[in-house]
């Protein structure tokens, strides 16, 4: 299995900038592709940026250009830069990570707040 823990969340104001870090345990070596996703009270949880085990990255429209999300494999974390936050990515974010052929896991979650 694979553990995840997340930090950098916080309170931040319109136009700001936030640096989240998933830090993945356990059974790394089966790690394939890992991501960020965010989820609001009422809302389905949603895919925000994925990274793929080699390399290749993908991120959900409404954050392209502002969201970059990049992959340490020698410290097993994941970074989320989060730059010209507005109100509406104020969300719950969750690591994920897949491993071995249908294994998932989750983060804890950490609050993000962006202030109009």
């Known amino acids: 299995q694979v553990q995840l823990v997340e930090s950098g969340g916080g309170l931040v104001q319109a136009g700001g900038s936030l640096r989240l870090s998933c830090a993945a345990s356990g059974d790394i070596v089966s790690v394939n592709a890992m991501g960020w996703y965010r989820q609001t009270p009422g809302k389905q949880r949603e895919l925000v940026a994925g990274v793929s085990s080699g390399g290749k990255t993908d991120y959900t429209d409404s954050v392209k250009g502002r969201f970059t999300i990049s992959r340490d494999n020698a410290k097993n974390t994941v970074y989320l830069q989060m730059n010209s936050l507005t109100p509406d990515d104020t969300a719950v974010y969750y690591c994920?990570?897949?491993?071995?052929?249908?294994?998932?896991?989750w983060g804890q979650g950490t609050q993000v707040t962006v202030s109009s």
């Open positions: 994920n990570a897949r491993y071995g052929v249908h294994g998932s896991s």
